[in-house]
């Protein structure tokens, strides 16, 4: 396998710094925002929002953990909080006892909504309130550039 020797610089290593700068820094300040009005991390929301974005509310752990680019174990032990707080329940599988799902609940979906519109208006905030419409709808086309970046199920994060 031959690999590219070629070191990225210039613009191009200007703009992928500022991308991952920008990116941990948004996602720290929704992070912190959630936590303090909602008792919930950033990934405790893109959870939630994965179960409700999928037709029956329900997936299964395996998935879930592919969605959110956390570990099996990690989502494990994320759900199991989620759980405790009685936002998700886990099922087992009738048919297969190595497979488990987590569904979301009624109360789960009311603290989603709730946390939705603090997310938001963080995500304005921090982000949209920082370009105009033509410069959003520029940089969406730039990024939809990067192969995957236009795939509805890649997991990302923050959902909405």
Do not use: N
């Amino acid at each position: 396998m031959s690999v590219d020797s070629e070191l990225v610089s210039g613009a191009s290593l200007e703009a992928w710094q500022r991308l991952l700068r920008a990116h941990c820094v948004i996602a720290r300040e929704l992070d912190v925002e959630l936590q303090s009005v909602h008792g919930m991390t950033l990934s405790d929301y893109d959870t939630l929002v994965q179960l409700r974005d999928c037709e029956s509310e329900t997936l299964k752990m395996s998935e879930l953990s592919r969605r959110t680019m956390l570990t099996r174990s990690g989502m494990t032990r994320l759900v199991q909080g989620l759980e405790r707080d009685g936002l998700v329940e886990r099922r087992s599988c009738d048919s297969d006892a190595r497979v488990s799902y987590a569904a979301l609940t009624p109360h789960g979906h009311e603290v989603l909504q709730a946390a939705r519109e603090t997310h938001h208006a963080g995500i304005r905030r921090t982000f949209a309130d920082h370009f105009t419409e033509e410069e959003a709808a520029q940089l969406a086309a730039l990024l939809g550039q990067v192969p995957g970046a236009l795939e509805g199920d890649v997991p990302c994060g923050g959902g909405a």
